[in-house]
């Protein structure tokens, strides 16, 4: 089946660690995208890469990293300089250019301590 | 700056009742629109899309929306849910310049009782 993988679905970890998000898609898309979500905010972007060895930053980038060294692959880096990381991520992805639906992963959930 | 409204955050509802979550935006020109479900522990998934044509568009499950272009709307409605029908929902609107600019709403969250 073709879709995203993002690992671990949950995660624990204490104030001041660096934290790697994984994200995998199978689907040959171009773009992929990192989004944030907490209770009544909805989604907000971190980062996107519209191409492999290319990122930009989203709306709220402070505090995280992403890299793109794989088509397939976009991880996200929780740094320690991020205030408030405890929340939902969803990676999604989009097929390229003239696609119009993104194609969500089924989050991560991370709660520092 | 571009904005998402969805006027409730949370809904109850018994089966059978009938639902509408609203969705506004800001933006005045040439817009896509999205409505995304959550249920739970599932992927957010597309349930409906407008891009231009008939402004009442049929989604899965029995959703369907309605693009009123003069009150910037596009409302999800269905006439009669189902406990299965508990997620939460998010609206979404693109206005061009790369799905980076894709904007969602605070989204809603509905809860059917049986």
Not at chain 1, 50 to 79: H, M, W
Not at chain 2, 84 to 97: K, L, R
């Amino acid at each position: 089946d073709g879709g995203i993988t993002q690992s671990p679905k949950y995660l624990f970890r204490k104030e001041g660690q660096n934290v790697t998000l994984s994200c995998e898609q199978n689907l040959n898309h171009d773009a992929m995208y990192w989004y944030r979500q907490d209770p009544g905010q909805g989604l907000r972007l971190i980062y996107y890469s519209q191409i492999v060895n290319d990122f930009q930053k989203g709306d709220i980038a402070e505090g995280y990293s992403v890299s793109r060294e794989k088509k397939e692959s976009f991880p996200l880096t929780v740094t320690s300089a991020q205030k408030n990381p405890t929340a939902f991520y969803l990676c999604a992805s989009l097929e390229g250019a003239g696609a119009n639906v993104l194609t969500f992963g089924a989050g991560s959930r991370l709660t520092v301590l | 700056a571009q904005s998402v409204s969805q006027h409730n955050h949370h809904v109850i509802l018994s089966e059978a009742a009938s639902l509408e979550l609203g969705c506004n935006y800001s933006y005045g020109g040439t817009v896509n629109l999205f409505w995304y479900v959550q249920y739970p522990g599932q992927h957010l998934q597309l349930l409906l899309k407008y891009f231009s044509g008939d402004p009442l568009v049929k989604g899965i499950k029995g959703f369907e929306a309605e693009f009123i272009k003069s009150k910037f709307s596009f409302n999800l409605r269905k006439p009669s849910v189902q406990w299965s029908d508990t997620a939460e929902y998010f609206c979404a609107v693109y206005s061009g310049g790369g799905y980076n600019k894709l904007i969602f709403g605070a989204g809603t969250r509905l809860a059917v009782h049986p």
